[in-house]
Nanobody
């Protein structure tokens, strides 16, 4: 059974930084692409960042240059380093595991990020 556990969220002032972590179990982690999604109240979920099994990354335009996704296959963990945070980054953040273009996990509890102005 695939299980992803997000952590690292919190309350931070605008301009601050946070590092999110997502620990995976139940999959051969290195074989999966991993993604970070976010959902703000009243808004649709959006893919924030994605990293392939080979380490290639892509980002939504609004976070380019501020967020960095990385993975540690020895720890079965994917990270999202978030710098220069803005109030519009406020959302619940969730991670996903994907293979063949399909998400294989159920959504977890997520981790809340709140950025105050």
């Amino acid at each position: 059974q695939v299980q992803l556990v997000e952590s690292g969220g919190g309350l931070v002032q605008a301009g601050g930084s946070l590092r999110l972590s997502c620990a995976a179990s139940g999959i051969i982690f290195r074989a999966y692409a991993m993604g970070w999604y976010r959902q703000a109240p009243g808004k649709q979920s959006e893919l924030v960042a994605r990293i392939t099994s080979g380490g290639s990354t892509n980002y939504v335009d609004s976070v380019k240059g501020r967020f960095t996704i990385s993975r540690d296959n020895t720890k079965n963990t994917v990270y999202l380093q978030m710098n220069s945070l803005k109030p519009e980054d406020t959302a619940a953040y969730y991670c996903s595991a994907e293979r063949g273009g399909r998400r294989v996990n159920d959504w977890g509890q997520g981790t809340q990020v709140t950025v105050s102005s």
